[in-house]
């Protein structure tokens, strides 16, 4: 079984369903991952402050010493935490990640929020007073320009950002050498992002969804009168198709270009996860799933509210 790709700006092909790894525990993320290759998934979808990494390249180096994959087939995502955004730290940081996956390159790094925080190795500087985030003042642009030479050194084949809204990708469009490839948001039918994925395709940025099955376990906000997966218009739909809801959920946002990596550490569940090709959405039940739209978003990232550059708060300048 495979998936089709999505061909990026930079020539490269990404497949269009990957795994994603956020809170998949490391004990359980080398299984789940030697799965989803044997299942047929190429593409995994990475990030230093996820915390497994290490465990994920130890799945991936068996795969490929027992001859079940070889890593040109794979598409390896990882991404810049916040507290490495100094010009100068973002190589080393490339270069612990790609150490923990046990890879010689990246097919696509991205940064992760256009935030900085306190540089340094502590990965959630707080404030004790106000259990908020400590800031560093680093202007995102400054990191990108470091990111590019990742680029340029033949560490990562491409390079992109996640989390940044309109006005920041217009910036970066407007000041950066390479141009993003892709921008990774939260994207689910109560958060349809319409508009900046507009933006997005109106400039060859591929577009990849996380939380597209509604982020159950996510301990943030809790959108929708519904959790997703349990909403009667997606139940009606999954029933009418004889598919489980995420694989709706899933199709919906693959119709519409969009790169998606459902996290799952269950192997049935990663595989209906995968098995998404064989059908397609009416555009009447496309257009239920679309009327579901809240503007309800799981990830505010509210420890991080008060940076000028956060990307969603609305006192933000989001400059």
Known sequence: MSTPNFLLSNGKNMPMVGLGTWRSPPQAITQAVKDAIDIGYRHFDCAHIYGNEAQVGSAIAEKIKEGAV????LFITSKLWNTYHKPEMVRPACETSMRNLGVDYLDLYLMHWPMAYKSGDNLY???PDTGKAVFDSIDFLDTWRAMENLVDSGLCHAIGVSNFNEHQINRLLSEAKLKPVVLQIECHPYLRQKSLITLCYDNAIAVTAYSSLGSAHTPYEKPGAYPLLEHPVIQ???AKYEREPAQILLRYQTQSGIIVIPRSITKQHM????????FGLAIDDLKAIDDLDCNGRFMTMKAAYGHPYHPFESTSPHS
Not at 70 to 73: A, E, I, P, S
Not at 271 to 278: A, K, L, M, Q, R
């Open 70 to 73: 070889t890593r040109d087939k």
């Open 271 to 278: 595989y209906e996860n995968f098995n998404i090709w064989d």
């Open 125 to 127: 500087p707080t404030c």
């Open 236 to 238: 009606e739909i999954a």
